[in-house]
């Protein structure tokens, strides 16, 4: 899609309310189901937010409910996300210091290991 078409659509979107917007979100998920594959969210926590949006609208929820629970979702899954980089960060850490010992071990070995 074009630069220029994105901006289009994203134009309207903004000015679209929650209601209008979910009722644009059905109609862009009919063509895709129509006409392209199908597409699925990318992470675990995705899927899952994904899945209970689709469970609460198809609940009839009040739009008020869905955008409040989808917010809520949306910051955990940013602080699961926060929280796994954090995670790797101390793995590469303890990688980095168990190939490369502190230089005070290097000097303390003896030199001559001959007996």
């Keep these: 899609m074009n630069d220029l078409l994105k901006q289009r659509i994203i134009r309207v979107l903004d000015a679209a309310s929650d209601e209008r ?25 995705s899927r899952i937010t994904a899945t209970v949006e689709n469970t609460m609208r198809a609940g009839k929820l009040p739009i008020q409910a869905i955008t409040g629970t989808m917010g809520l979702m949306d910051t955990a899954a940013k602080v699961m996300k926060g929280l796994a980089a ?4 101390v793995v590469d850490e303890a990688v980095k210091a168990a190939e490369n010992p502190p230089r005070e071990e290097i000097q303390q070995k003896p030199k001559n290991l001959s007996s």
């Design 86 to 89: 954090a995670g790797q960060a």
């Design 21 to 45: 917007g979910y009722q644009i979100l059905d109609f862009v998920e009919f063509l895709d189901s129509k006409y392209a594959e199908r597409s699925e969210p990318d992470g675990l926590l």
